[in-house]
């Protein structure tokens, strides 16, 4: 319950403080004299909407305070942490904004985000502003109402239906994505799974091509090699058959004399060691070149083979225009790109997998909440309809239309498929037939404002059945109505005061009268400033008050009587 507010250097709110009590409290005072003021104080300080261009003329900054009274046993506790203890039985909200657009969110003196503030205020304040009747014409405000009578299972479900609904959406998105690098990709798969095959039947491998023609230049030279190795080798080793005495024998001999004359002069010991290594260095090339010649043959199949495999392989390069080197590198890129994709492929069938997944869930879920709507709709029709009829409103036909739209690409639900939105499978409206003989009509069609304005009070009084919000603030919610009406609506906010906190501004006797707490506003004008001001009447004041509203200004001995009549009936 809301104990009291303060406001400093709200427009021409610069020092207001107003205290409420539990029941019914209204608000009064003369046209312009400021009573919005309080309910857009009270919407600010739980974070409604307010700027810096609200801050009084003169003033640096603007500042506002309302005080709650707070359960010993109540959820609030546990969401408001350690900014509450156990002694603590109220609990202060706090704004305030500079000429800056600075702004500072306080509850019980310790800074908090804006977002605090808003928790705290959806759990102890409903604010019902003048023009709230006029948010029952935009038809996709009806489902939200709906939902929040069938309570936070339906709440819980259609957010859960709007998460998946989004994953299915950008799932669908990457799919698509998908298929279009695909239809992209379809022609350089091809092309790279012939190169792949190709090069693969080549069976390169690093430094062949240096070898090949290494080999080939050793297979076309050997007829040159046999005739000038052979000659080399006979120049070694000598040719008997010419009685040719080879360069082996040559230094052996000439070792031999050397190494005799050693005994003359010792001197020579280093000449017969450097003949008698050059022999055997002679010696072991002779049998190298030996050995070569040996295996040394002719070998044209050889040639053929190694001329055939350069060939391809500079087939190759010239196609693909790189070297062996590089013809290897692009093999492992194409076996690297051939395996991404077939790796896509498999992501493309598990993203297929997920979005079916998606659907049938989301089929699961929109089927629920349907099923959940088409149940309570009924329910809270009649519910409204016994509201509207203590509301002067006893014939009025209430109905919760829900319909959905078939789309080829929505979401399947047995035969069907319906488009789907954040909310479900459903579209919501709220039809009414005011008085007999109408036809049901969207409310967007009621032309009477005071109609419209029981619609909300009846909507709020059964959604007030089933919420625990202490507190209920009403901005003119008389407006269009009176006489009968007004006593119907006076009697309706009387009703719900019993149980609850309810705040209103009014210009209707009949409802000022039945308040418990009556606050009046008035606007003090001086030759430097105009102000507001708020306080509590009683007694003479208070008929005189409701007497004004009777009949204006001039305030006579009727219109006193007929405010003593609302006040003692």
Known sequence: MLLALDI??????????VSFDDGLNVITGETGAGKTILVRAISAVLGGKLTSDFISVGADSLRL??????????????????????????VVA????????????RINGRIVPISTLRLLGESLVDVHGQHEPQSLLVRENHLQ?????????????????????????????????METRRAEWDNETTYLEFASEELERAQLRAGEDGLLIAEQRLLENVRELQEQLGQ?????????????????????????????????????????????????????????LSDYLSRLELDDARLAQVTERLDAIARLEEKYHKDLDGLLAFETEIDGKLHERHER????????????????????IGASLTAKRKQGGPVLARKVEEQLAELAMSNARFVCSIEQSVDEQGIAVGDERFKASETGLDVVEFLIAPNPGEGLRPLREIASGGELSRVMLALKTVFAETDQIPTMVFDEVDAGISGETGLAVAGKLSSLSM????????????????????????????????TVEVHRVTGEERVRELARMVSGDQVSEVALANAREFLFP
């Not at 010993?72 to 603590?88: E, F, K, P, Q, Y």
């Not at 609850?500 to 004008?525: D, F, M, N, W, Y």
Request: aromatic content about 2%.
């Open 8 to 17: 400093h250097n709200l427009a021409i709110a610069h020092d207001v403080h």
């Open 65 to 90: 305070d309302a005080e709650f009274a707070l359960p010993r046993v109540c959820s609030l506790r546990d969401m408001l942490g350690d900014l509450v203890t156990d002694d603590d039985m109220t």
């Open 94 to 105: 706090t704004r305030e904004v500079d000429r800056t657009g600075r702004h500072k969110y």
């Open 145 to 177: 109402l709906l939902d929040s009578f069938l309570g936070h299972d339906t709440q819980t479900e259609r957010e859960l239906f709007g998460t998946r609904l989004a994953e299915l959406r950008a799932a669908r998105r990457e799919l698509e994505q």
């Open 232 to 288: 080399a080798w006979a120049a070694l080793a000598g040719d008997e058959s010419r009685d040719s005495e080879g360069i082996v024998r040559q230094v052996g001999r000439l070792h031999h004399t050397i190494d005799a004359l050693c005994s003359i002069d010792p001197r020579l010991n280093d000449v017969a060691s450097l003949l008698d290594g050059a022999q055997a260095s002679l010696k072991e090339a002779g049998s190298t």
């Open 345 to 364: 492929a498999g992501d493309e069938a598990g993203l297929r997998g997920h979005i079916a997944q998606l659907e049938n869930e989301l089929s699961t």
């Open 499 to 530: 149980h609850r906190q309810v705040i209103v501004i009014t210009h209707l006797p009949t409802i000022a009268a039945k308040a418990g707490t009556h606050l009046v506003i008035s606007k003090e004008q001086s030759e430097d400033a105009t």
